[in-house]
């Protein structure tokens, strides 16, 4: 008898989405669906607001990710200005979208995570919760609160305010840094990377204990795509797209962010508010892609600091192409950290960092402008039309999280075909299925924000489509 | 720990900042947790709403059918309903919206700015409401903490006010933005 079985809502997830998996009458699965439940609609009710109010708009997009929208807005509303920001400034917003990764991997990572990675898939629900790990592994639990205060702490000490701060703007940002500020966020650094060091390290051998999940955890080829710099190192503020294949070919080199529209297009389903971008020379679906902490890894030459480029070398050399498993956004997650932690100390050591011209002064001298950065989850684009009075006409955000859409469709199907099978369903073998998702790191309040709250049920269908059975868990 | 407190914390339409701004309190939430059991929340991994819970707090707007059947729910379920933040308290960002409705911005994300298959998603996917409301228009709310977020601060001392029984003033402590 076919059935269908619904998780609602994915839990520990920034945001609600849900899942839907269709069984055959021989219980196998054959469709699987991830609903993302809700649209906000920044890109139509920004019309008529004035430019400049755009980065403190569209950080409400996301309070987990605010100064990704803060830094790409306020790039396109350089781009609507047409200046060249002040060096310093450049800097200064890339430390605070630094400090942005390392809180938000370590919300991902340790807050969301670490129960499935540290208990197992199969503990009792009631206990995978950072709460839980607070006691049952208070060292590990620990060093997760300090990493993500840690990140939180410079966004802080930088721009007045941990969520939603202001200080970025078009043109640049509004206040020089201190030399004291500078110094108080120097003086965390040697802390943060003992704690990344020391993640990385029982991580490394925790992962052992997850060969069967990497194996079907989205592992299968696709394109990746994300931002390098002018030596084909990994970079989150500038630079230029690089798309390779799943056998590490690079199949375009130096994209021109500004230009996204001629090589990346969208798809809708009709089951999601989260649209479908794919890679236009290949067309959907063989042109999806993944962004993100194991796209950035895999398609960089390297990192370009020490510590984080010892790790990558480790990382890459277990595989003689680029890594396909989604499970290593994990791995990738925790070196990323460690490479922003180590750039936050170099562009900070750095003496124009206290420079104070911070902003450049214009009005409005093109009627459009787009803005690209890495956010944690991968490529962050705004783009904007404004009138002669800058005021907005048009807006399109492509939200990082899209980007992996349709491999986190994908990988859900995979991992749902491997593990649930068969009469009795077991809440590990479901909570395997959402440990997928969990890899991509998905924010689904960016993505539109999704939420849910029914639970989950299995139904049992006869094949006239009418309910038999309707198993509920709470 | 009978005599622990139980809590729920759940997000409607908001950006998850006021979420964000409850685990800014860092190590003072684990301290926090030894007096409080967090029934139901995006953090664990419980799918339904319980029975009882003693305190819910709720970020953002109501702006869906969904929002709205899981208000009422948790309305129905909760002791003390808290408002949290700018978004449950008056609509804020969400609730810009309102100035042209659901149906415009549907067609703009996947009509206009789409490149194939245009059309709107309908399949398990609620339908958007006409208004984007705050919460209080839609049931009866106990506690408001304003704030975009309300820091980490006063979300402290809200929840610390709250498990000793006693309801939280915000006077000059709390403000909109
Ligand atoms: S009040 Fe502010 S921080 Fe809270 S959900 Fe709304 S926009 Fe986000």
Same mark, same amino acid.
């Given at each position: 008898?076919?059935?269908?079985?619904?998780?609602?809502?994915?839990?520990?997830?920034e945001?609600?989405?849900?899942?839907t998996? *269709?069984?055959?009458?021989?219980?196998?699965?054959?469709?699987?669906? /991830?609903?993302?439940?809700q649209? &906000?609609?920044?890109e139509?009710?920004?019309?008529?607001?004035?430019?400049?109010?755009?980065?403190?708009?569209?950080?409400?997009?996301?309070?987990?990710?605010?100064?990704?929208?803060?830094?790409?807005?306020?790039?396109?509303?350089?781009?609507?200005?047409?200046?060249?920001?002040?060096?310093?400034?450049?800097?200064?917003?890339?430390?605070?979208?630094?400090?942005?990764?390392?809180?938000?991997?370590?919300?991902?990572?340790?807050?969301?995570?670490?129960?499935?990675?540290?208990?197992?898939?199969?503990?009792?629900?009631?206990e995978?919760?950072?709460?839980?790990?607070?006691?049952?592994?208070?060292?590990?639990a620990?060093?997760?609160?300090?990493?993500?205060?840690?990140?939180?702490?410079?966004?802080?000490?930088?721009?007045?305010?941990?969520?939603?701060?202001?200080?970025?703007?078009?043109?640049?940002?509004?206040?020089?840094?201190?030399?004291e500020?500078?110094?108080?966020?120097?003086?965390?650094?040697?802390?943060?990377v003992?704690?990344i060091?020391?993640?990385?390290?029982?991580?490394?051998?925790?992962?052992e204990?997850?060969?069967?999940?990497?194996?079907?955890?989205?592992?299968?080829?696709?394109?990746?795509?994300?931002?390098?710099?002018?030596?084909?190192?990994?970079?989150?503020?500038?630079?230029?797209l690089?798309?390779i294949?799943?056998?590490?070919?690079?199949?375009?080199?130096?994209?021109?962010?500004?230009?996204?529209?001629s /090589?990346?297009?969208?798809?809708?389903?009709?089951?999601?508010y989260?649209?479908?971008?794919?890679? *236009?020379?290949?067309?959907?679906?063989?042109?999806?892609?993944?962004?993100?902490?194991?796209?950035?890894?895999?398609?960089?030459g390297?990192?370009?600091?020490?510590?984080?480029?010892?790790?990558?070398?480790?990382?890459?050399?277990?595989?003689?192409?680029?890594?396909?498993?989604?499970?290593?956004?994990?791995?990738?997650?925790?070196?990323?950290?460690?490479?922003?932690?180590?750039?936050?100390?170099?562009?900070l050591?750095?003496?124009?960092?206290?420079?104070?011209?911070?902003?450049?002064?214009?009005?409005?001298?093109?009627?459009?402008?787009?803005?690209?950065?890495?956010?944690?989850?991968?490529?962050?684009?705004?783009?904007?039309?404004?009138?002669?009075?800058?005021?907005?006409?048009?807006?399109?955000?492509?939200?990082?999280?899209?980007?992996?859409n349709?491999?986190?469709?994908?990988?859900?199907?995979?991992?749902a &075909?491997?593990?649930?099978?068969?009469?009795?369903?077991?809440?590990?073998?479901l909570?395997?299925?959402?440990?997928?998702?969990?890899?991509?790191?998905?924010?689904?309040?960016c993505?539109?924000h999704?939420?849910?709250?029914?639970?989950?049920?299995?139904?049992?269908?006869?094949p006239d489509?009418?309910?038999?059975?309707?198993?509920? &868990?709470? | 720990?009978t005599?622990r407190?139980?809590?729920?914390?759940?997000?409607?339409?908001? =950006?998850?900042? =006021?979420?964000?701004?409850?685990?800014d309190?860092?190590?003072?939430?684990?301290?926090?947790?030894?007096?409080?059991?967090?029934?139901?929340?995006?953090?664990?991994?419980?799918?339904t709403?319980? !029975?009882?819970?003693?305190?819910?707090?709720?970020?953002?707007?109501?702006?869906?059918?969904?929002?709205?059947?899981?208000?009422?729910?948790?309305?129905?379920?909760?002791?003390?309903?808290?408002?949290?933040?700018? =978004?449950?308290?008056?609509?804020?960002?969400?609730?810009?919206?309102?100035? =042209? #409705?659901?149906?415009?911005?549907?067609?703009?994300?996947?009509?206009?700015?789409?490149?194939?298959?245009?059309?709107?998603?309908?399949?398990?996917?609620?339908a958007?409401?006409?208004?984007?409301?705050?919460?209080?228009?839609?049931?009866?709310?106990?506690?408001?903490?304003? #704030?975009?977020?309300?820091?980490?601060?006063?979300?402290?001392?809200?929840l610390? !006010?709250?498990?000793? #029984?006693?309801?939280?003033?915000?006077? #000059?402590?709390?403000?909109?933005?």
């Amino acid at each position: 008898m076919s059935r269908t079985i619904v998780i609602d809502p994915v839990t520990r997830l920034e945001g609600h989405g849900k899942i839907t998996l *269709k069984l055959d009458d021989a219980g196998i699965v054959q469709d699987a669906m /991830f609903h993302v439940t809700q649209l &906000r609609g920044f890109e139509k009710f920004c019309e008529g607001r004035p430019f400049y109010e755009m980065p403190n708009i569209t950080a409400r997009i996301c309070g987990i990710c605010p100064v990704s929208h803060l830094v790409a807005s306020s790039k396109a509303c350089d781009a609507i200005l047409a200046v060249q920001i002040p060096p310093v400034a450049a800097n200064l917003r890339k430390v605070l979208n630094l400090a942005q990764l390392v809180q938000s991997h370590a919300l991902s990572f340790f807050y969301l995570s670490s129960p499935d990675l540290l208990l197992g898939m199969d503990a009792p629900p009631e206990e995978r919760s950072i709460l839980h790990l607070a006691h049952s592994h208070p060292s590990i639990a620990a060093d997760g609160v300090a990493l993500r205060q840690f990140g939180q702490r410079i966004i802080e000490i930088m721009a007045g305010k941990r969520i939603h701060p202001g200080w970025t703007i078009p043109g640049g940002v509004n206040e020089p840094l201190s030399a004291e500020k500078r110094d108080r966020i120097l003086g965390m650094i040697p802390l943060a990377v003992a704690a990344i060091q020391r993640t990385l390290g029982w991580f490394r051998k925790e992962i052992e204990k997850f060969s069967a999940e990497i194996e079907v955890f989205a592992n299968f080829p696709t394109l990746f795509m994300g931002l390098i710099d002018d030596r084909g190192l990994a970079e989150y503020y500038n630079g230029a797209l690089r798309v390779i294949d799943s056998e590490g070919n690079i199949i375009a080199g130096e994209l021109d962010p500004a230009h996204y529209a001629s /090589f990346l297009g969208e798809e809708v389903e009709p089951f999601t508010y989260m649209k479908f971008p794919y890679y *236009k020379p290949l067309g959907y679906p063989g042109g999806a892609y993944r962004v993100g902490p194991l796209a950035r890894l895999n398609l960089a030459g390297r990192c370009d600091t020490p510590l984080a480029d010892a790790e990558w070398r480790e990382f890459r050399a277990t595989s003689a192409r680029p890594l396909l498993s989604s499970f290593h956004y994990h791995q990738a997650r925790l070196i990323e950290m460690l490479h922003a932690t180590e750039k936050i100390e170099a562009l900070l050591a750095d003496k124009g960092i206290l420079d104070k011209h911070v902003r450049a002064i214009a009005s409005v001298n093109n009627s459009e402008g787009v803005g690209v950065a890495e956010a944690p989850r991968g490529t962050l684009i705004h783009h904007y039309k404004v009138d002669e009075n800058g005021l907005i006409r048009w807006v399109n955000l492509v939200i990082a999280t899209g980007h992996n859409n349709a491999a986190m469709n994908r990988g859900i199907l995979q991992a749902a &075909r491997h593990y649930v099978q068969g009469e009795h369903i077991a809440e590990g073998m479901l909570n395997r299925v959402e440990a997928v998702v969990r890899t991509f790191d998905p924010c689904l309040s960016c993505s539109t924000h999704a939420m849910g709250q029914m639970p989950l049920t299995v139904e049992l269908r006869a094949p006239d489509g009418s309910l038999v059975r309707e198993v509920r &868990r709470g | 720990m009978t005599d622990r407190k139980t809590l729920a914390t759940v997000w409607l339409d908001g =950006c998850s900042g =006021c979420h964000m701004s409850l685990l800014d309190m860092d190590e003072r939430l684990i301290e926090l947790s030894s007096q409080f059991v967090l029934l139901y929340s995006p953090l664990v991994d419980r799918k339904t709403f319980p !029975e009882r819970v003693d305190v819910t707090l709720v970020e953002g707007a109501v702006a869906s059918e969904e929002d709205l059947k899981k208000i009422r729910r948790i309305r129905e379920h909760t002791g003390v309903l808290v408002s949290l933040g700018d =978004c449950a308290l008056t609509g804020n960002v969400s609730a810009m919206r309102n100035t =042209c #409705g659901p149906q415009p911005v549907l067609l703009r994300v996947y009509q206009e700015n789409v490149d194939l298959k245009q059309h709107v998603p309908t399949v398990g996917v609620p339908a958007l409401l006409d208004r984007v409301r705050p919460v209080h228009e839609v049931v009866p709310v106990d506690v408001f903490v304003p #704030g975009c977020p309300p820091s980490a601060d006063t979300i402290y001392q809200v929840l610390s !006010e709250l498990l000793a #029984g006693r309801v939280p003033t915000l006077g #000059g402590v709390a403000h909109f933005g």
